[in-house]
Antibody, heavy 117, light 107 residues
Framework: QLQLQESGPGLVKPSETLSLTCTVS????????WSWIRQPPGKGLEWIGF???????NYNPSLKSRATISVDTSKNQFSLNLSSVTAADSATYYC???????????WGQGILVTVSS | DIQMTQSPSSVSASVGDRVTITCQAS??????LAWYQQKPGKAPKLLIY???SLQSGVPSRFSGSGSGTDFTLTISSLQPEDFATYFC?????????FGGGTKVEIK
């Protein structure tokens, strides 16, 4: 069964860059769409963007070009960089696979990231 | 952006009840609608895709219907493990957007 695992710092200072990695196991990253989705505490879900295994990307314009998603097929990983973070970026960040970009069928457990000085 | 409006925001129900949750899109999305279940502290789980297709491994008591702007998730006979929050998500156009969620609570 496909497994996804987020990793990265749980605390980031305001104005810095949030960097997370998702490691995919029991399956290849060389197919499908690979997404990042976040959820502020007690709130709903927000789609950040995805990368196709070939490298093409699509992002949520609400992030004002602060998000960058990249893929490393040799490591079976994909990553999220979110620049110039503020407290509003504090959330649980999930990585997910989308066989069809329209929905996500496999999710990581999530990682809580807090933006605070 | 396409706005997804779920109702109700919460519902109290008993084991064995039939529960219906609705999701309305601010514009037509054909059948590009997915439903997820989320339990506290856990990641969302895909239940339904393409409005009415049951994801592999999901119990048949879950069903989805609708097209265009109006969609429904139905749990035919609520089980104890179904108490959770449910989200809809449109996949018709970018950015992908989610509904605000419906919390199914024990009556």
């Amino acid at each position: 069964q496909l497994q996804l695992q987020e990793s990265g710092p749980g605390l980031v200072k305001p104005s810095e860059t949030l960097s997370l990695t998702c490691t995919v196991s029991n399956g290849s990253i060389s197919s499908a769409y690979w997404s990042w989705i976040r959820q502020p505490p007690g709130k709903g879900l927000e789609w950040i963007g995805f990368i196709y295994y070939s490298g093409s990307t699509n992002y949520n314009p609400s992030l004002k070009s602060r998000a960058t998603i990249s893929v490393d097929t040799s490591k079976n990983q994909f990553s999220l960089n979110l620049s110039s973070v503020t407290a509003a970026d504090s959330a649980t960040y999930y990585c997910a696979r989308a066989l069809r970009y329209t929905d996500s069928d496999s999710w990581g457990q999530g990682i809580l990231v807090t933006v605070s000085s | 952006d396409i706005q997804m409006t779920q109702s109700p925001s919460s519902v109290s129900a008993s084991v064995g009840d039939r529960v219906t949750i609705t999701c309305q899109a601010s514009q037509g999305i054909s059948s590009w609608l997915a439903w997820y279940q989320q339990k506290p502290g856990k990641a969302p789980k895909l239940l339904i895709y393409a409005a009415s297709s049951l994801q592999s491994g999901v119990p048949s008591r879950f069903s989805g219907s609708g097209s265009g702007t109006d969609f429904t998730l139905t749990i035919s006979s609520l089980q104890p493990e179904d108490f959770a929050t449910y989200f809809c998500q449109q996949g018709d156009s970018f950015p992908l957007t989610f509904g605000g969620g419906t919390k199914v609570e024990i009556k």
